[in-house]
């Protein structure tokens, strides 16, 4: 049961819905990594109830850190082929990761990128629409690559790729981030679209749109450094 | 000399006499240790003849001394607090890769452990078949 695919889910204080995201994870996936970020809240707990692999952070570091903890516990498996990253508040379909692993397993593309601007983004704000799409053209215009969707957590991607992703940012920037590392790695890639469900329990936990000043000047930081 | 001239110099040397033998600023680029003896220099001369802050300022087109010394400060604020930014973010990466070996080595071993107990608990599983049969 797609023994050659880890799933990597970040986990930040997800203790009402954790469990059963990952109960119908495991309808599909054997490789389930749970990578909990310093939840304050029964995370953890919730986690060892179910047959995931916990990966514990002691301190909170933030979503990009968390990510780049699950592949480098899934590369240890030399024998792990694909990696799906998957947002743990319960607002992708398993059934779109496996559509999209489908795809990757064609081989005909390194990366496979949900995009909930082909798909159906069910219930979302428009100011959030909004807001997303002009994150999405600023990263496109940075990056030179063109998506629809900037930050979707649902990716699937093969080991190639896994291997070069440079995640270095805290917080939430590692969305550019992972395009970057995309754009410089020349590896062919695709975006699919998913269904995103807003539902009222990720509403009430998703970022402030406020955060994108955040997010904007990490970035902008980052270059400064570099230089 | 006026009390406030032998603190304020007092208070310079110190503070830069501090800066310099600390053993951390060892790490610190020579030029900024160049840097800081000038600034330190400068300031007192500045404490002993306030008059010269006011020459400097004129001849680089600043009104008054004391406006010149606002502006170099405004700069000098600005480069810390953008070094304090960039230097907290290399310990933050730091940290990060601290953290997450340890996140990892104690995943590894708990799941070593589970492995084991699985196998354990198959191993009861087959020896209490064989005592039955027995």
Not at chain 1, 165 to 193: C, F, N, Q
Request: aromatic fraction near 8%; include cysteine.
């Amino acid at each position: 049961m797609n023994r050659d695919t880890y799933v990597i889910m970040p986990v930040y204080n997800e203790a009402p819905v954790i469990g059963s995201v990952i109960e119908e994870l495991s309808q599909a996936f054997e490789n389930i990594i749970c990578i909990n970020d310093g939840s304050t809240d029964t995370s953890a707990v919730e986690i060892r109830k179910t047959p995931s692999v916990l990966v514990n952070h002691p301190i909170n570091l933030g979503q990009g850190a968390a990510l780049k903890t699950g592949i480098e516990y899934a590369l240890q498996d030399v024998n792990a082929a694909y990696f799906v990253t998957f947002d743990s508040d319960g607002q992708h379909k398993v059934d779109d990761a496996l559509k999209m692993l489908e795809i990757a397993r064609e081989g005909e593309f390194d990366v496979v990128l949900g995009s909930r601007f082909l798909g159906k983004a069910e219930n979302i704000n428009p100011v959030r629409s909004a807001f997303l799409r002009i994150a999405v053209l600023f990263s496109n215009i940075e990056t030179g690559i063109r998506l629809t969707d900037a930050h979707n957590g649902l990716r699937v991607f093969n080991r190639k790729f896994a291997e070069q992703l440079d995640i270095t940012m805290p917080g939430m920037a590692h969305a550019t981030e992972v395009i970057h590392s995309l754009a410089k790695s020349g590896l062919r890639y695709v975006e699919m679209p998913v269904t995103v469900l807003y539902t009222e329990y990720s509403r009430s936990k998703s970022q402030s749109l406020i955060n994108s000043v955040n997010i904007g000047f990490d970035l902008l930081m980052k270059r400064m450094a570099r230089k | 000399m006026i009390v406030i001239q032998v603190l304020l110099i007092t208070g310079i040397i110190a503070a830069f006499g501090w800066f310099l033998l600390n053993p951390r600023s060892q790490q610190t680029h020579a030029w900024i240790k160049i840097a800081t003896l000038l600034f330190g220099a400068f300031a007192i001369i500045v404490v002993i003849s306030p008059n010269t802050s006011n020459v400097i300022a004129r001849a680089v087109g600043v009104g008054r001394g004391a406006d010149l010394l606002l502006y170099t400060l405004t700069l000098a604020f600005v480069f810390v607090v953008i070094n304090l930014y960039l230097k907290n973010r290399e310990e933050r990466e730091r940290y990060e890769k601290l953290a997450r070996a340890f996140a990892l080595m104690e995943a590894n071993l708990a799941e070593q452990r589970r492995a084991s107990s699985k196998k354990n608990a198959s191993d009861e599983g087959a020896q209490g078949r064989s005592a039955t049969e027995a």
